[in-house]
């Protein structure tokens, strides 16, 4: 019996060895993918790169599941390449679903990688290609697949100093029915194609105001007379009512006039035609057109003057230029535009845009109870608005009525930060705004109380 007993055990032990040398044996082999994977958003012609966007969403890159053969946590990275090859591959995020989003900033770093920039005075280009595929993998040590190369065009909009045939003048308005006699930079006049004429479109307050050079003192002009004629005599401030004019000046005679003047966006599509004020469009002294960043809904809209139907245009035919026709009403759709017209030929243009900055605060809009205050870009990375009715309160900036990657003014030093505790105190009064996001320091702004 005890015989039995022995030979059981040692069966037993036998088979346990058996056992574990057979597990050393055991070797795990990374499964093969059986089908690569491919890219499934849908991928622009070109991306226009600009600063001022660089917080937006540059593209979102989506992809289907890689098929190892069995149910498996699969990782992914979205790499980048300046080369192209990804012998200097770069891993951009990594996520194990099916998406990563790239910011329009993180793509102006790849471009500075890649060489290119936006200075017309550099030999740099400022048109180049940057190359992004995803890798899927398991584990450490698993065998990768990879979707195709996927190449994007990228454009960096060359910064424009000087506005062809036309250019900032050196002329000003200034006065308490502008910048409160200088509190803040007077309204710029614009040469024209008629040499030493130059013209300002400026949005007044009740007040006075004359012209000055350079915002300066000395030999500032005005019309004691009221006489059309500009003179430099005493008492020669010229009194104004608030609203939006054209002022015209011809500097070889010193004759000047003053005209309501503005254009606006009106409709269903915005103001419920005509229920509160038109989006008033800026000039643009680099192309001669009128521009203005607005925030549309579904409906129709058209463009008219001076908030007022005695002159309105639409585009009955749609073919991208404006008339007075009969059923001419433009339809929209929501969401951020940029609008321009040219009213040298009455042409124009909608585009869908993702940069439309806008003040909120509780000292314009309770933190965003109604529309921000927008700005519209009047050369490329200068935004500005005018006419902006503030009270006591607080207020920053954001893009497209949105939180995230929003500005404000923590030490108070007049460039923009994404700092904690931001928020720009400002006293009830009637405000210019405007924000350069040109400066490499970071954005300027300023605003400008009146």
């Not at 190359?131 to 990879?146: A, D, H, I, N, S």
């Not at 009715?389 to 929003?406: A, L």
Request: hydrophobic fraction near 40%; aromatic fraction near 12%.
């Amino acid at each position: 019996m005890k015989n039995i007993k022995l030979l059981s055990l040692l069966l037993i032990a036998f088979i346990g060895f058996n056992a574990c040398d057979q597990d050393d044996d055991l070797v795990f082999t990374a499964q093969e993918p059986t089908e690569g994977i491919s890219f499934s958003n849908t991928f622009l012609d070109e991306y226009v790169l600009t600063v001022a966007a660089s917080n937006n969403l540059g593209e979102r890159f989506t992809w289907q599941d890689a098929d190892f053969g069995v149910p498996t946590n699969v990782t992914y990275e979205l790499e980048n390449s300046i080369l192209g090859d990804f012998t200097d591959a770069t891993t951009v995020g990594t996520t194990d679903g099916n998406e990563l989003a790239v910011t329009i900033g993180t793509m102006l770093g790849f471009a500075e990688t890649a060489g290119l920039d936006n200075d017309p005075n550099t030999d740099l280009p400022n048109t180049g290609t940057l190359y992004f595929r995803v890798k899927g993998f398991v584990g450490t040590e698993g065998l990768p697949t990879y979707t195709a190369t996927q190449e994007l065009t990228i454009v960096l909009p060359e910064i424009v100093e000087g506005g062809g045939s036309y250019e900032i003048a050196t002329w000003g308005v200034v006065g308490s029915g502008y910048n409160n006699w200088g509190a803040f930079a007077d309204a710029k006049f614009y040469t024209t194609a008629v040499p030493g004429v130059i013209v300002s479109y400026v949005n007044l307050v009740d007040g006075e105001i004359k012209f000055r050079e350079n915002n300066q003192w000395g030999g500032d002009l005005g019309d004691a007379d009221l006489d059309g004629v500009l003179d430099a005599d005493d008492g020669n401030n010229i009194a104004v009512t608030a609203g939006d004019y054209k002022i015209t000046i011809d500097t070889n005679d010193n004759s000047y006039t003053i005209e309501p003047f503005s254009w606006g966006v009106v409709g269903s599509g915005y103001n419920d035609w005509g229920a509160s004020p038109d989006a008033k469009f800026y000039y643009d002294y680099t192309t001669d057109t009128f521009k203005v960043g607005v925030q549309l809904l579904d409906g129709e809209i058209k463009f008219r003057m001076n908030n007022a139907w005695d002159v309105s245009f639409g585009d009955a035919t749609l073919d991208g230029v404006l008339d007075t026709d009969a059923d001419n009403n433009i339809a929209s759709a929501a969401g951020h535009y940029l609008i321009t017209i040219n009213l040298n030929d009455n042409s124009y243009t909608i585009e869908e845009a993702a940069n439309v900055w806008g003040a909120v605060g509780s000292g314009y809009n309770d933190w965003g109870a109604s529309p921000d205050a927008s700005l519209t870009e009047i050369q490329p990375g200068v935004f500005y608005t005018e006419n902006v009715t503030m009270v006591d309160g607080e207020i920053k900036f954001r893009m497209n009525n949105n939180w995230g990657g929003d500005y404000g003014d923590a030490n108070l030093d007049g460039i923009l930060d994404q700092d904690a505790d931001n928020n720009i105190a400002v006293t009830a009064g009637n405000y210019v705004i405007s924000i350069d996001f040109n400066d490499a320091a970071g954005p300027a702004y300023y605003l400008g109380s009146r």
